[in-house]
């Protein structure tokens, strides 16, 4: 029986150090900032975006404080002509974009028609491209790939020269035929 407790009481003792390394590789993000050298890493990465924020910031609000000096400084109609200014084009904006996004989605069905990977899709910007130059585009990814197919299978197809053996007569080399010669 004392020897079951002491089997025990070993289990018990292996079983805590194995509980005490998972711990140990289980660090909270707070013990982890207890060591010097990742406390200032973490300082050096807050400081930075702090940094970058405040930049960012100070940017936006030079040119709201431009603007409303600028709106300041204006009447009534420069005012209104100036804000119709704006809302034209934030207009202009929104149908480069709704346009780009049609024009994506037409290429997606042609290309989708002539068995072309969409990913190639990723080389356009449809932003800046007006429907016959996306189809022109297209149309070159086409035939590009169409000879590089073209060529691959002809390389993957291509068979060796058949080498030509050279061919004696059987009268000279068979000795069983030589036999028959000299009888």
């Known amino acids: 029986m004392e020897n079951e407790e002491k089997?025990?009481?070993?289990v018990a003792t292996t079983e805590e150090t194995g509980a005490?390394?998972?711990?140990?590789?289980?660090?909270?993000?707070?013990?982890?900032?207890?060591?010097?050298?990742?406390?200032s890493a973490f300082d050096k990465k807050i400081a930075q975006s702090l940094q970058t924020a405040?930049?960012?910031?100070?940017?936006?609000?030079?040119?709201?404080m431009a603007e409303?000096?600028?709106?300041?400084?204006?009447?009534?109609?420069?005012?209104?002509?100036?804000?119709?200014e704006q809302y034209e084009r934030?207009?202009?904006?929104?149908?480069?974009?709704?346009?780009?996004?049609t024009l994506k989605d037409e290429a997606i069905n042609i290309i989708s028609q002539?068995?072309?990977?969409?990913?190639?899709?990723?080389?356009f910007k449809f932003e800046n491209m007006s429907a016959e130059e996306v189809k022109t585009a297209i149309e070159t990814i086409e035939a590009l790939r169409n000879k590089d197919r073209e060529s691959y299978l002809n390389n993957a197809l291509k068979q060796k020269t058949p080498t030509q053996?050279?061919?004696?007569?059987?009268?000279?080399?068979?000795?069983?035929?030589?036999?028959?010669?000299?009888?």
């Open 165 to 183: 053996k050279q061919t004696t007569s059987v009268e000279d080399k068979d000795p069983y035929l030589q036999g028959f010669d000299s009888i």
């Open 114 to 123: 002539k068995e072309i990977p969409v990913a190639y899709l990723d080389l």
């Open 90 to 101: 934030e207009i202009a904006e929104y149908k480069a974009k709704e346009n780009a996004r």
């Open 20 to 39: 005490d390394k998972a711990t140990e590789t289980k660090r909270s993000f707070d013990e982890l900032l207890q060591d010097k050298e990742y406390q």
């Open 7 to 10: 089997e025990v009481g070993a």
């Open 54 to 64: 405040k930049a960012k910031w100070e940017e936006e609000s030079k040119t709201k």
């Open 68 to 84: 409303a000096e600028k709106l300041a400084k204006m009447d009534e109609d420069e005012k209104a002509k100036y804000k119709m």
